[in-house]
């Protein structure tokens, strides 16, 4: 089959390889264009990119298509059967998804219609959700609206990361693709009940709140993990948290009475082993970087910083 495939972050790079490998006819590969990155600020091909490059497939890097009518044209002008789509980044305008005889097919990573939107990994992991998958949508004009052709499920774990969940909904959205090119699938229109939303991540997402509870900052730190990454504030400095397991609250060491669990704040650390109160329970912090060091283990970390008991993270009290 004639195909484009589109696609930029890592998650679209398994798709890519299994449609190459597969041996469809892939006439172009549309990605995101070169982009400064790093400290020095050098130009970065786009994991899609340097895959395509690598397997000997024409690249193409357009900043913007919908008011791009020259881009447009180009596109029609493959005579594909179809279009692939997985984490693009960039708004199809209807010319575009009308122009393959097949239309255009997204991957997207989560159980429509749960989760539509930018982040439907993370906010999977956020909300406690017990699996998520992968849905093949025949695309539309709405956001993610379109009609279901295959859906695979993962399971969500108490330790799942979000790491690990992209990296298998990856391998599941190819095989999934695959299918989809290989055989005609009944199309389902999505339901109309049981829509949510995965907003776009901000770094201040990842700011740890010590008011919430500890099972939803074990949560976070699991979801927002590479990016935009969790942390919080100790002696005017950021700490970034990498891992980081909920504990049952004991009482506090310093309080007087055992049933007064309420005389140490949010975010007090309860022993030298930096177990940190929460709005419920406690959150025991087991990897984490101070600025410009390498992440370390909770151990070695506090091999050459001392963080006794009554240390207090996240700013002031009441802050």
Request: glycine share 10%; net charge neutral.
């Amino acid at each position: 089959m004639r195909i484009a495939f589109m696609g930029s972050p890592d998650f679209a790079v398994p798709a890519l390889e299994a449609l190459h490998h597969a041996g469809h006819a892939i006439a172009a590969v549309y990605c995101q264009p070169p982009r400064p990155a790093g400290r020095g600020q050098s130009v970065r091909l786009c994991p899609v990119h340097a895959a395509a490059e690598r397997l000997g497939l024409p690249v193409r890097t357009p900043a913007r298509l919908r008011k791009d009518l020259a881009a447009q044209a180009a596109f029609a002008a493959l005579g594909l059967d179809a279009a692939v789509v997985a984490a693009y980044g960039l708004i199809l305008p209807q010319a575009m998804l009308d122009a393959p005889r097949l239309g255009c097919f997204n991957i997207h990573a989560s159980l429509l219609p749960r989760w539509r939107g930018a982040a439907p990994i993370q906010a999977a992991l956020l909300a406690g959700d017990s699996e998520t998958g992968i849905t093949i949508m025949q695309m539309d004009a709405g956001l993610d609206t379109g009609a279901m052709l295959l859906r695979g499920t993962i399971p969500i774990g108490p330790h799942t990361t979000a790491t690990a969940l992209h990296d298998g909904l990856a391998a599941i959205g190819a095989d999934l693709m695959l299918r989809v090119l290989t055989a005609p699938q009944a199309a389902t229109p999505q339901p109309a009940e049981g829509i949510t939303y995965a907003e776009k991540l901000t770094r201040d997402d990842g700011r740890i709140d010590w008011s919430r509870d500890a099972a939803f900052l074990d949560r976070q730190v699991r979801a927002l993990n590479p990016w935009p990454g969790t942390f919080t504030e100790y002696d005017g400095t950021i700490l970034k948290i990498l891992a980081a397991t909920p504990e049952p609250h004991a009482p506090e060491p310093h309080a007087p009475d055992s049933t007064a669990p309420d005389s140490i704040g949010p975010g007090t650390l309860l022993d030298d082993a930096l177990l940190v109160r929460a709005g419920r329970d406690a959150l025991r912090i087991t990897k984490l970087q101070a600025p410009g060091r390498a992440p370390l283990d909770a151990d070695a970390f506090l091999r050459g910083r001392k963080m006794p008991a009554g240390t207090r993270l996240g700013g002031p009290p009441g802050s």
